[in-house]
């Protein structure tokens, strides 16, 4: 037998290792930050690029994409090579995703402080820097599946499954998520609009948790785990049978995110049940991943690195238990806008994601710098400290969750809400908030415990760029007689690839963006375009993420619409362009809040929520009052928005920043008689329009304020 | 609500790459044996370092 003599690259691993590390301090660190700004507004500095609504999207990215996604790179880097007995296809190309993923991690920091943002949520970053994450994405794709090809192992670790079914569909829906009009280089809006926009948006979102959070770790857990309790995986067959069904059920449950929201029944109703399905596969990972401990769970005593599994392993399981549940509409009824979704998703981040890649960090940096751990005592410190700023973060938010919903829906025995005022139902649950925040503190402190360990680790080992290897050369099956079938059938990966490019580059250019356009056009007449002014203070809006904390969508409950209004209905949005519907009410719905307070109490409220509700946990805006507005764009805004099928007539353009100033000087007037002088070219004037516009186009009978 | 068809039709899509790639997998021999590569990936690290690793057990 041939045996090829050959080397790992160990080089790529350690940049993505170190990454991992420095961005996984950053973005838990911002995480830090915005759960003590949530009940100390003060603490964004009065900075407008330190305001809850612009780091909070830097949070979930930061931990998302470049704490997991470094993560994944590390991970599947360092495995893969192994599995496949191979080198890395290109070293050129693992350079370009390592730094092209850095370059893009920065990008995005630095435009969503600056507030260049799409407000969709995990998928916040502009136009261009979506461009750069499907290329760099391509190349991580094309330089794993080159690996698998040249491989020297002719069976593929389930593993590697993992990580294929990560590429395709991650790419996949960050293309389809991703498709926008831009309007200048850092603004532009996508071509779905209302339902529709937020449809695709979930469909996105839920499957980036699939496929960015849940593919790629399991396959790295069956990696990392077998090796590190030195023993194969429970069942193997189980591994294949549940890689199957959980990839297919998987992309159809992402509606469980719109349940009683304005997205017809029937696809809510296909969300639940996919959603139930998923515990069947989820529980088919976690078993087979608890169960390889069986018989070796006296290591686990004296094993750091198998206590952080357990623990994520565990996680896992009951995230994915969770999440059917909260799928049900009556939970979900419950559940959703409330404290209790973020405690759903730190028990799936914190505990699943954050403990894998610290388990394996501290597997993972002694094998490559061939040598120890520095401090097992400081690795288990580490894991208890996280462990227990886990259960101090999820716990309370459980308890706020729950306790807040009960209150929105108390009515008193006359029929009347028990807790009109949003705010004292908020105030309930700042200790809760306070208790979040130390345990996220926690968290923290146990990862730089980590850095500390790793650093010393490496410090005293000896770095290995290049693991030399050995392994017999894959025998190729000599069949040549149907040429061309037997290629495509021996590059079955190779083929999948190119059939999926062409047909999205296709389907995109040619069919989807008049598909929509069309679609989009109104079913409710006396539903209106935005003014110019409006659409430039929706802008503001999306600038400042309000929809972080404010939904834009009252649910079809005798609570919500005595407490808002008139439900939500689908027809309403049909310019929304993106949708603003929100997933958390940290403040009150905001569908309905036109016409409800007067120009005068936006202002001050804007300038400091607590002259007007005293106690209120949202931060000052006083730079929206000082800024003059930017009306370089707006004739293109119009323009694009009419591309997208809003029928703003022809020529219209052109009156827009006219019509704008008409329309703001009326606000500033009014102002003006109330005792209020402001130029009317500032942001303020813009934002009130948009405020003051919101869910007024239907006739209804506005709710009583109380 | 086109757009719930455009989803399907990806996400059917994808579904369908999959089952090509699971029809593959079986055909082409990778699921004959359910057992050794559970095993065999316990020993992929090159024979120096396996080595090293006996010793530490010991």
């Known amino acids: 037998m041939n045996v090829e003599k050959f080397s790992y690259d160990n080089q790529i691993v350690k940049l993505f290792t170190i990454a991992t590390v420095i961005w996984g301090i950053v973005g838990m660190t911002v995480g830090v930050l915005i759960a003590f700004q949530i009940y100390l507004p003060w603490l964004n500095f009065d900075l407008q690029y330190t305001t809850f609504g612009r780091i909070r999207p830097l949070h979930t990215n930061a931990v998302i994409f470049a704490f997991v996604g470094n993560g994944i790179f590390a991970g599947v880097y360092y495995s893969l090579q192994r599995l496949t007995k191979s080198r890395m296809f290109s070293d050129l190309l693992s350079k370009i995703n390592f730094w092209g993923w850095q370059l893009m991690i920065v990008a995005v920091a630095v435009t969503y402080v600056l507030g260049i943002t799409t407000s969709k949520e995990y998928a916040e970053a502009e136009w261009p820097i979506d461009i750069m994450i499907a290329i760099i994405w391509v190349a991580f794709g094309i330089n794993m599946i080159g690996t698998i090809l040249k491989r020297r192992e002719k069976h593929m670790y389930v593993a590697i499954w993992f990580y294929i079914a990560t590429f395709i569909t991650v790419a996949v829906l960050h293309i389809v998520n991703s498709i926008e009009i831009p309007v200048s280089l850092t603004k532009s809006y996508p071509i779905y609009a209302g339902v529709q926009d937020a449809l695709v948006q979930w469909w996105y979102g839920h499957n980036a948790v699939a496929f960015f959070l849940t593919t790629p770790y399991l396959g790295l857990m069956y990696y990392y785990l077998p090796k590190a309790v030195n023993r194969p995986i429970y069942s193997y067959r189980l591994s294949i049978l549940h890689f199957w069904s959980l990839i297919f059920i998987y992309i159809w449950a992402g509606p469980h995110h719109l349940l009683y929201s304005a997205l017809p029944d029937w696809a809510q109703s296909l969300g639940t049940v996919f959603s139930l399905m998923l515990i069947a596969p989820s529980w088919g990972g976690m078993l087979n991943g608890l169960l390889t401990i069986r018989g070796a769970w006296d290591r686990v005593r004296d094993n750091p690195v198998l206590k952080f599994y357990v623990v994520a392993i565990t996680a896992y399981g009951m995230a994915t238990f969770e999440g059917p549940m909260l799928s049900l509409k009556n939970v979900n009824a419950l559940a959703h806008f409330t404290d209790w979704i973020p405690a759903h998703v730190h028990v799936g981040t914190l505990g699943w994601n954050g403990l894998l890649t610290f388990g394996m960090l501290y597997w993972l940096v002694p094998k490559i710098w061939n040598t120890n751990l520095f401090s097992k005592k400081l690795a288990t410190a580490h894991f208890w400290i996280a462990t227990l700023g886990l259960v101090v973060w999820v716990v309370p938010m459980y308890w706020a969750g729950l306790t807040q919903s009960l209150m929105w829906k108390e009515f008193t025995p006359l029929g009347i809400l028990q807790y009109p005022n949003f705010l004292e139902t908020v105030l309930q649950i700042v200790p809760m908030y306070v208790i979040r925040s130390i345990g996220g503190s926690l968290y923290l402190v146990g990862a730089i415990v980590m850095v500390y360990n790793l650093f010393k680790t490496a410090q005293q080992g000896s770095f290995v760029a290049n693991e030399a290897a050995e392994a017999p050369a894959l025998i190729k099956e000599n069949n040549d007689k149907f040429n061309s079938h037997r290629w495509l059938e021996k590059r079955p990966i190779q083929f999948a690839l190119l059939a999926t490019v062409a047909i999205l580059i296709g389907g995109i250019v040619e069919f989807i963006p008049t598909f929509l356009i069309k679609s989009n056009i109104p079913t409710i007449e006396s539903v209106k375009p935005y003014s110019p002014l409006e659409l430039e203070g929706r802008d503001i809006y999306i600038r400042e993420s309000c929809n972080s904390c404010h939904s834009q969508m009252v649910r079809p409950f005798r609570s919500e619409t005595e407490r808002y209004g008139e439900y939500s209905k689908a027809g309403e949005f049909v310019y929304d362009h993106p949708h603003l519907w929100g997933s958390k009410r940290t403040g009150p719905d905001l569908h309905r809040v036109g016409g409800k307070f007067s120009n005068m109490w936006h202002y001050l409220h804007m300038q400091n929520p607590r002259q007007m509700s005293p106690g209120s946990i949202m931060p000052s805006y006083p730079w929206l009052l000082e800024q003059k507005l930017n009306t370089e764009l707006t004739l293109n805004k119009i323009n694009v928005m009419r591309m997208l099928g809003v029928p703003y007539a022809d020529g219209y353009e052109n009156q827009a920043v006219a019509d704008l100033q008409v329309q703001a000087e009326g606000i500033a007037d009014d102002l003006l008689n109330s005792g209020i002088v402001v130029e009317s070219d500032k942001e303020i004037v813009a934002l009130i329009a948009y405020l003051q516009r919101l869910g007024t186009d239907i006739k209804v009978k506005p709710a009583e304020n109380k | ?58």
Do not use: C
């Not at chain 2, 090509?20 to 004959?32: E, H, L, P, R, T």
């Not at chain 2, 020993?43 to 690793?53: G, P």
């Open chain 2, 1 to 58: 609500m086109s757009a719930i068809l455009v989803l399907i039709g990806f996400s059917l899509f994808v579904a369908l790459v999959f089952l090509g790639a699971y029809i593959w997998a079986v055909k082409s021999g990778q699921y004959d044996d359910k057992y050794t590569p559970s095993v065999r990936m316990l020993f992929d690290d090159n024979k120096i370092e396996s080595e090293k690793d006996k010793h530490k057990n010991t």
